[in-house]
């Protein structure tokens, strides 16, 4: 696969979201709002890994969907590879799964949205690429049902299965299931923030949508 220098920038920002967020998402939020406890519901990772849709969806406009996935599957390996080092194996796992399928989904639904409103691809793209960022990763990561990875690895099970309210408030769920609501719903608040800077930078990077990558 032919990779042009140009892309190196968006590459090397796709590595640091990832492998922070993959390094952030094992800490939960230790605050609580009211009855509220944002442990039971939020990680940091939450606040980061957004930004990887943003880097996601300029490289789109900039060398077109072609390129775009040229550079997910180059961040994806190297970002798999060097969170290894930051996380567990299973989180690497769960994290390199995930970001390939929500972020090669960013880039479909980008493409059929491009020549909309300027912000409808950007959301809408992000919105779907986080519903499955999310499932995948919270559910390999932290699922009971995934537990093996992590004993054919040997190491302790790193479920997050035991019952806690259900975004703080609700009925008694898996920690992870909690943790998966609150995360999607930081990720689209987040997004919505994301679209400031997008609508700035949009006006830097021509839309090369035409152009072969």
Do not use: H
């Not at 952030?24 to 609580?32: G, K």
């Not at 930051?86 to 769960?94: G, M, Q, S, Y």
């Not at 992590?150 to 309210?165: C, H, I, K, T």
């Amino acid at each position: 696969m032919r990779i042009k220098k140009a892309y190196l920038p968006f590459i090397a920002a796709m590595c640091a979201v990832v492998v922070l967020s993959n390094y952030f998402v094992q800490f939960p939020v230790q605050a609580a709002i009211g009855p509220v406890n944002l442990a039971d519901l939020l990680t940091w990772g939450a606040f980061t890994y957004p930004v990887a849709f943003l880097v996601t969806d300029l490289t789109n406009r900039r060398f077109g969907s072609a390129g775009a996935r040229r550079v997910v599957v180059v961040g994806f390996v190297l970002a798999v590879a060097l969170s290894v080092l930051l996380a567990t194996p299973r989180i690497a796992i769960a994290s390199g799964s995930a970001f390939l399928v929500a972020q090669l989904l960013d880039v479909a639904v980008f493409e059929k949205l491009r020549r909309s409103a300027w912000w409808k691809a950007p959301l809408i793209s992000s919105f779907a690429g986080s519903v499955i960022d999310t499932l995948l990763f919270f559910g390999v990561a932290f699922s009971a049902r995934f537990a093996f990875i992590d004993a054919g690895f040997g190491m302790e099970d790193g479920s997050l299965a035991f019952p806690v309210p259900f975004l703080g408030v609700g009925a008694q769920v898996p920690l992870w299931t909690s943790l998966a609501a609150g995360d999607f719903v930081v990720k689209i608040l987040v997004a919505l923030v994301l679209l400031a800077p997008y609508r700035v930078l949009r006006a830097f990077i021509s839309d090369r949508s035409a152009v072969p990558a």
